[in-house]
T-cell receptor, first 112, second 115 residues
Framework: EAGVTQFPSHSVIEKGQTVTLRCDPISGHDNLYWYRRVMGKEIKFLLHFVKESKQDESGMPNNRFLAERTGGTYSTLKVQPAELEDSGVYFC??????????FGPGTRLTVL | AQSVAQPEDQVNVAEGNPLTVKCTYSVSGNPYLFWYVQYPNRGLQFLLKYITGDNLVKGSYGFEAEFNKSQTSFHLKKPSALVSDSALYFCAVRDGTSGTYKYIFGTGTRLKVLA
């Protein structure tokens, strides 16, 4: 069974540019989560999808961040325009229950 | 509010010695607790979880964790450390208050096992 995959693994962009991160959850997992770890700090929740619906987006930092989950399958997280403080590692996780979440390898975003 | 604390940024231990990585939590209701590990250039890998039942939970790679309700702790342990255990360890609690069951993570503890 394939795990959670994320693309790209690393992205370096200039301040003001746009970046789109993609997450492919484990097949059949209805729950999809996005988290972010800023350097040296805790991993923080961004938002949660159940199938294609946003259940909780209370962790989204501001309206420069837009998440979608087309057809309840893969998800994208777009940052537009990117700012320096958006740098960090973005993790995606999926689950088919509310116990254990399976995490992807993360996307390291560097905004210069 | 739900929270998790990992008081040590780094733990150093000699290979073959027992190791402990500390975690304390604050939750309302029954805690669902998790440990994850991140090896260099890898994602978060699940180690073990406490939902209910025995206070001593056994997980992957020989790790175990002890749930202590009175001390609100969930320390990760291993009887004999390996150099390959060197990694970043995260403790997390599931937040069931919002209905989304998101995780609240600690800041992580870097474990360094010395040969």
């Amino acid at each position: 069974e394939a795990g959670v995959t994320q693309f790209p693994s690393h992205s370096v962009i200039e301040k003001g540019q746009t970046v789109t991160l993609r997450c492919d959850p484990i097949s059949g997992h209805d729950n999809l989560y996005w988290y972010r770890r800023v350097m040296g700090k805790e991993i923080k929740f961004l938002l949660h999808f159940v199938k294609e619906s946003k259940q909780d987006e209370s962790g989204m930092p501001n309206n420069r961040f837009l998440a979608e989950r087309t057809g309840g399958t893969y998800s994208t997280l777009k940052v537009q325009p990117a700012e320096l403080e958006d740098s960090g590692v973005y993790f995606c996780a999926s689950s088919n229950s509310y116990n254990e979440q399976f995490f992807g390898p993360g996307t390291r975003l560097t905004v210069l | 509010a739900q929270s998790v604390a990992q008081p040590e940024d780094q733990v150093n231990v000699a290979e073959g010695n027992p190791l402990t990585v500390k975690c304390t939590y604050s939750v309302s209701g029954n805690p669902y607790l998790f440990w994850y590990v991140q090896y260099p250039n890898r994602g978060l890998q699940f180690l073990l979880k406490y939902i209910t039942g025995d206070n001593l939970v056994k997980g992957s790679y020989g790790f175990e964790a002890e749930f202590n309700k009175s001390q609100t702790s969930f320390h990760l342990k291993k009887p004999s450390a390996l150099v390959s255990d060197s990694a970043l360890y995260f403790c997390a609690v599931r937040d069931g208050t919002s209905g989304t069951y998101k995780y609240i993570f600690g800041t992580g503890t870097r474990l360094k096992v010395l040969a």
